[in-house]
């Protein structure tokens, strides 16, 4: 019997009898991966940085020293950042395993240190899953959090709250776009991202993809996920309010031709960050995962020539080295 989906919503977009949808057309074509696959080992890409693996390290990493009380968030590689609002803990996408795979001996493996050991994490009150990638969505990682914080909450988009409960984790909160959760006195909203989610050949794009936006004190902060460039992302501060912080995604561009549909470049995020308000943004999903075909240092550099081509400064969408924090001041 066909698989149908639970969450299905004819009245939605993005919803189909047999999962999810992104709303803009995709513009890949029946063999365009091996057709990158291809290409890729023919030119031995991606190459390493400039300065190798530990010159890059020296200049992009640091050990995340969780400190102070302010309200901040730490940027700790890829897509995982922690957040302290109001002194609770909330942690994204986390993956502190050395390879984003199914495979411990094959796959994108991490070419920096852990910016944070999980022994070292402060008492989290919720973990924000966007997609069911795996370097996004770490099973081993996922297993330590919930035997290390059993009371911690998982907010997940739709449809994938059955591969948690299915790990004995029940403490599951699902959502899909523009639903909230409010927790102590924080309120969590998933919204729109371009993506898809696949983690087996038999599961593809049953589960949505998201962003969360946190709020709190008329304040917001928004997390991505992972998203190509769409202008359903620019209906997130017209209906939930100007944000004062965001994590945009600037990695996994190359071949643009390929990625484009699913993941955006340091100009698209510019473009993007300029038509929500320019909010204080930090720029993830680089930096530890060889994903695509750019060097592990071309997204800060070609992030900064994008700001500069438009006149504007680096100071609210700069660079972060992986581990440092940024305080989210208040008015």
Not at 67 to 77: H, Y
Not at 306 to 327: C, D, K, M, N, T
């Amino acid at each position: 019997m066909p698989w149908k989906n639970p969450w299905y919503d004819p009245q939605q977009a993005h919803h189909l009898p047999n999962g999810f949808c992104n709303i803009e057309p995709g513009r890949r074509q029946p063999g365009d991966l091996k057709r990158w696959r291809r290409m890729r080992r023919e030119q031995g890409l991606p190459f390493p940085p400039d300065d190798g693996y530990p010159g890059f390290i020296a200049r992009w990493w640091q050990y995340a020293d969780i400190c102070g009380n302010e309200d901040a968030v730490w940027w700790l590689g890829h897509a995982t950042l922690l957040l302290r609002i109001n002194g609770r803990y909330l942690l994204t996408d986390p993956v502190f395993s050395h390879r984003a795979s199914p495979l411990r001996f094959w796959g994108p493996q991490r070419r920096t240190p852990l910016a944070l050991v999980p022994d070292d994490l402060p008492q989290l009150d919720a973990v924000l899953i966007s997609h069911n990638h795996y370097d996004h969505l770490d099973s081993a990682s996922i297993r330590l959090l919930h035997r290390r914080f059993p009371y911690a909450a998982f907010l997940v988009p739709a449809g994938l709250g059955i591969w948690f409960r299915r790990r004995g984790i029940h403490q599951v909160v699902e959502r899909d776009w523009w639903q909230n959760h409010e927790l102590n006195g924080i309120t969590l909203t998933a919204v729109p991202a371009r993506h898809w989610s696949m983690r087996t050949p038999w599961d593809r794009n049953r589960s949505l993809w998201c962003g969360w936006v946190v709020e709190w004190a008329s304040r917001r902060f928004w997390f991505s996920g992972d998203t190509g460039y769409s202008d359903l992302l620019l209906e997130i501060p017209q209906r939930l309010g100007a944000l004062d912080g965001a994590a945009i995604p600037i990695g996994a561009y190359e071949p643009r031709w390929f990625m484009r549909d699913h993941h955006m470049g340091p100009q698209e995020a510019v473009a993007l960050w300029r038509a929500i308000g320019r909010p204080l943004a930090i720029p993830i999903h680089w930096g530890v995962f060889e994903l695509a075909d750019e060097s592990l240092d071309a997204p800060p550099r070609e992030l900064c020539a994008a700001l500069s081509a438009v006149g504007e400064q680096e100071a609210a969408f700069r660079p972060l080295r992986i581990g440092q924090y940024l305080a989210i001041a208040r008015e």
